[in-house]
């Protein structure tokens, strides 16, 4: 061929890329086959990668020249040779090691061998007969493993001369798993002869007993569902029992050799390479299991131990290989746990958490070149069918199928999906396993990633024929990946509302119990009352119905992935009824799809949030705005206090006004809190000013109204005492105070009259049902015995002459809050005096231990289990704080950065003193946070504060979600908080008590 500008141009139109070594090698490879090139360039034109197959028919000619030239001597099977060649490196190589073996390509009529050919040509490979093979050893692996690639071959010949390969792709899908189960077959009458003949291996087993054992080879995933890859691992389940007189336990022992033999010969590698992996990690305990089990060892895992994941990877499970009838008997055990596993409690967690285990090791570099696994790729599609499996199952017969394809088909004639939803996505699923399949023919190995090059891409572009060049796969390909992120909510929630409302004429509408099992399955607990919310939210012609109509399937998705939605979809129904037609609320969740689903993860995750929302629904708009969520700035607080003070004519309005702005304030932190948008010091600091806030405006206005010309003549404060007073509050803390006053212009009797005034109003102001204030003034001297407000000489007096050293250790956190800026600077100067002794003597410290003693058995409520109690058990709160407040205590005096009321500050500068290592101080640290965090938690949860960590998995659960765990943590969140609190009280004792 003249090797002209021409020439290269019209290689280049074939397909060939590297037209300079083509225009060489084409002469080269007629003068070998006896084939001019005008003759061979057709061939080319139809191969995916032309220089790939040009230089793989070189290579073979090379090494053999007869076959090459009786091959291309015939025009048919030339063009099938190089279209071979070019679809698949792996199978050029293996017909470059076994020549002849490429003469199987050459027939009139290409079809795919069904399963009883492909079992009795494997079988013959290996020279089987009634269940033995002839060959064993080396010689018998490479024979089965030559015949399976020959009729790898056929399939792939097959598939790339196929008019429409989309639509073939079902049928080439089943015939690879005809092939594997054959190939199972084969290895299982090799492992048979192997282990009951002598020199082959270290087993050996009388060869009617082997006969007697009866194997039967579960397939599992597309093997069992059959609709198999080029080249996939196969997931297997080995079941055994034993025949005749043959014990069941020397049944089982020759069992699991044959199964381990039979495993070795498929996928070790020897003179020929292994063909896949048999993977055998869905059995029962997985790789800690036993790899053989009986039918009755399995009965009894199903029964008691297995988890609901385990039940919906049975849902493909089909003999493939070994004794049928034991395989069929089975498949007949699990069905009926298989198909009533949706209504297992934990289903839903459980199905995410097997979705997740998929996805967990992908590089996150591959995350959207992944076929299989990334985002609107195959697993997506397989997920959805499954799950609406599972879910309509249970009743209806007609959709347990195994396959993809079937099971859409067969969801569709049910009513349970529409019909145009199930066309679509079944051609979307051909079309991504045509390119699975292309991909992996390549080098014959294992992959799911769409290749990054673009020359790669135009190559699975001509193999495919989806495409002429690579941009337009790439586009196509991205098309559907779109359409199938979709899929979840038009497959599974969409047609929830169409068993409420018509949406159009020629969709099928769920029936009322079918749309109940699918919302059961999902989570809800009360799946008719939920029914009943989604049907007041669509019905009619409004403006909002339509704009619900959109949403809904959307945001039901959302909810069923928080911890609690039947509370979510009624509280979205609540704040719905409430804004009406309101046009923001409305054109946010139509355009703002991330404040849609914030505001369904903070419903579904929080009865605090969902009745502070009802009350104050225009806080919803904070949602689209990150913002509007931060926590207010001090000043800003105190500038709309002041605001508030000055317009009020009453204590009684302008309290009301106070305590509105604090409900709304804690529900933006409330919200923060649960998106993960502040710490668990920002939220303390948060919380603090707001009550603060609260308390300095109700005390400004009851002492303005009282004394409106000249004054209460006395001053006044409030010290913030406990966590109130460290900056630290958490949701439902109550807030512990000590109240002071100084008489100015009055005599102290009358000074005390009017504090205590001052004190019964600020309790009366502040009360609120909706998000309760409670002023806790246990703390003051002589504790419940002694008077609510006292003067300052009467603190002063009572600190000098009577106080105890655990008054000093709660003085400690004492710290000015509301009220006079100088009375409030004087008590801090006397607790100084109190909190930071110049010693405390070792008679003190033993007292500080013993009084911390006798909180742990005293305090703690009866029955309640201190590894669980988040403020007073073991490793939690108290142990930190005591710890912290007994260096304080002996160390303040010297060291004046240990002079804070914060316990995280104080045990930093602790440690920057060097009274306490990095380590141990990171892990009171921990555990200080852990609680706290999970006490807030608690309080978001339910609406109600409590202080022991819930045993019940779904409280466990609302919590953990809450921590920003993914589904299905409790009992991780329960390790967690466990560990961290024993690692605490580890420190803390050694620490506090010396032990």
């Known amino acids: 061929m003249p090797r002209s500008k021409t020439a290269l141009t019209d290689l280049a139109r074939l397909g060939f890329a590297r037209l300079s070594w083509a225009a060489e090698e084409l002469p080269a490879l007629a003068e070998a086959s006896g084939v001019p090139v005008e003759e061979l360039l057709p061939a080319f034109q139809a191969a995916a990668d032309p220089d790939q197959a040009l230089e793989g028919v070189?290579?073979?000619?090379?090494?053999?020249?007869?076959v090459l030239q009786q091959a291309f001597a015939d025009a048919r099977l030339r063009t099938r040779v190089i279209r071979v060649f070019g679809a698949s490196a792996g199978l050029t190589d293996f017909f470059t090691r076994h020549p002849r073996e490429l003469a199987a390509l050459d027939v009139e009529i290409l079809r795919l061998p069904d399963a009883e050919e492909a079992g009795r040509s494997l079988l013959e490979s290996v020279g089987a007969v009634d269940g033995f093979s002839a060959l064993v050893g080396e010689d018998a692996w490479t024979a089965l493993r030559v015949r399976y690639r020959v009729l790898l071959a056929l399939v792939t010949a097959y598939d790339l001369e196929q008019p429409d390969p989309v639509a073939g792709v079902p049928l080439v899908a089943a015939a690879l798993a005809d092939l594997a189960a054959g190939a199972l077959e084969a290895a299982l009458s090799v492992a048979r002869s192997q282990i009951s003949t002598k020199g082959n291996g270290l087993w050996q087993f009388p060869a009617e007993d082997v006969r007697a054992t009866r194997l039967a080879i579960i397939g599992m995933g597309k093997a069992g569902a059959g609709e198999l890859n080029y080249v996939s691992d196969v997931d297997v389940i080995f079941v055994g029992e034993g025949s005749g007189a043959l014990p069941t336990s020397s049944a089982m022992e020759i069992a699991t050799r044959l199964a381990m033999v039979t495993m070795r010969g498929i996928g070790e590698s020897g003179l020929e390479p292994g063909l896949w992996e048999v993977d055998p990690n869905l059995r029962p305990e997985g790789k800690a299991g036993a790899l053989v089990r009986s039918l009755e060892s399995h009965a009894a895992y199903y029964d008691r131990w297995a988890k609901n994941w385990e039940f919906q990877a049975l849902l493909k499970a089909r003999p493939l290989a070994g004794d049928l009838a034991l395989g069929e008997e089975y498949t007949r055990l699990v069905a009926p746990q298989v198909w009533s596993s949706a209504s297992r409690e934990n289903f839903v967690e459980s199905v995410q958490r097997m979705r997740e285990r998929v996805t967990e090791h992908i590089k996150n570099d591959d995350v959207e070149y992944q076929l299989k696994l990334g985002p609107g790729g195959l697993?997506?599609?397989?997920?959805?069918?499954?799950?609406?499996?599972?879910?309509?199952?249970?009743?209806?017969?007609?959709v347990r199928q195994r396959g993809t394809l079937p099971a859409l088909t067969a969801l569709a004639d049910a009513g349970y999906i529409g019909r145009v939803e199930a066309v679509e996505f079944g051609q979307d699923y051909r079309i991504l396993r045509l390119l699975e399949h292309r991909l992996q023919l390549r080098q014959l190995s294992r992959t799911h990633l769409m290749p990054r090059d673009e020359s790669e891409q135009r190559v699975l572009a001509r193999g495919t024929g989806l495409a002429g060049s690579a941009a337009d796969l790439v586009t196509r390909w991205t098309a559907i990946k779109v359409r199938v992120r979709s899929?979840?909510?038009?497959?599974?929630?969409?047609?929830?509302?169409?068993?409420?409302?018509?949406l159009s004429p020629d969709e099928q509408a769920l029936t009322s119990a079918?749309?109940?099992?699918?919302?059961?399955?999902?989570?809800?607990?009360?799946?008719?009352?939920?029914?009943?919310?989604?049907?007041?939210?669509t019905a009619g012609v409004s403006r909002r119905a339509q704009i619900q109509r959109t949403l809904l399937p959307v945001m039901l998705q959302w909810f069923a992935n928080g911890a609690d939605p039947d509370y979510g979809l009624l509280a979205f129904r609540r704040l719905s009824d409430t804004l009406g037609e309101t046009y923001w609320f409305l054109r946010m969740l139509r355009d703002s799809s991330g404040a849609a689903a914030r505001l369904t993860q903070v419903l579904s995750g929080s009865r605090f949030v969902g009745e502070l929302l009802e009350r104050i629904p225009e806080a919803a708009a904070w949602l689209e705005n990150d913002e509007e969520l931060r926590p207010r700035p001090r000043a800003v607080l105190d500038d709309e206090m002041r605001s508030i003070v000055a317009r009020h004519d009453t204590p009684d309005a302008a309290a009301m006004a106070l305590r509105t702005a604090r409900r709304r304030e804690v529900l933006r932190l409330a919200i923060a809190s649960i998106l993960g948008m502040v710490t668990v010091q920002e939220l303390g600091k948060g919380l603090t000013d707001v009550t603060t806030v609260l308390l300095e405006g109700t005390v400004a206005v009851i002492r303005q109204s009282a004394a409106l010309a000249h004054g209460d003549g006395i001053e006044f404060a409030i010290i913030g005492m406990g966590r109130y007073?460290?900056?630290?509050?958490?949701?439902?803390?109550?807030?512990?105070?000590?109240?002071?006053?100084?008489?100015?212009?009055?005599?102290?009797?009358?000074?005390?009259?009017?504090?205590?005034?001052?004190?019964?109003?600020?309790?009366?102001?502040?009360?609120?049902?909706?998000?309760?204030?409670?002023l806790d003034i246990d703390l003051r001297p002589e504790g419940k015995n002694g008077p609510a407000v006292r003067s300052f000489a009467s603190y002063a007096t009572y600190y000098e002459r009577w106080s105890l050293t655990w008054e000093a250790q709660a003085l400690l956190r004492a710290n000015g809050v509301a009220g006079d800026r100088a009375l409030i600077e004087d008590f801090h100067a006397l607790a100084d005096t109190v909190r930071y002794p110049s010693t405390l003597s070792e008679t003190e410290a033993r007292e500080v231990k013993r009084i911390k003693a006798r909180v742990e058995k005293e305090r703690l409520p009866q029955g309640a289990d201190p590894a669980r109690h988040l403020k007073l058990g073991r490793g939690s709160l108290s142990d930190v704080e005591w710890y912290v407040q007994l260096l304080q205590l002996q160390n303040a005096s010297p060291i004046p950065s240990l002079r804070t009321t914060s316990t995280l500050l104080a045990l930093a500068a602790e440690e920057a003193a060097g009274l306490i290592n990095h380590d141990d101080a990171r892990k009171l640290r921990e555990a200080w946070i852990f609680a706290s965090r999970a006490r807030s938690a608690m309080t978001l949860w339910t609406n109600k504060t409590s202080d022991v960590l819930p045993s019940d998995r779904r409280s466990l659960e609302g919590v953990a979600r809450l921590l920003e765990y993914p589904p299905g943590s409790a009992s991780q969140l329960e390790e967690d908080y466990l560990g961290v609190t024993r690692r605490s009280r580890t420190v803390f004792e050694r620490l506090f008590y010396g032990q």
């Open 514 to 537: 079918q749309a109940e099992a699918r919302l059961a399955a999902i989570g809800f607990q009360n799946p008719g009352g939920a029914l009943g919310h989604i049907r007041a939210m």
């Open 58 to 66: 070189r290579r073979f000619g090379l090494r053999s020249p007869a």
């Open 379 to 398: 697993r997506d599609i397989e997920f959805t069918v499954q799950l609406l499996q599972l879910v309509h199952g249970q009743t209806d017969e007609t």
């Open 487 to 502: 899929l979840h909510e038009r497959l599974f929630y969409r047609p929830l509302l169409a068993a409420v409302a018509a």
């Open 725 to 774: 007073g460290g900056g630290e509050l958490g949701f439902g803390s109550d807030a512990d105070v000590l109240y002071v006053f100084r008489p100015v212009r009055v005599d102290t009797a009358t000074g005390q009259s009017v504090a205590q005034f001052i004190v019964n109003e600020l309790v009366r102001l502040t009360e609120d049902a909706r998000l309760p204030l409670d």
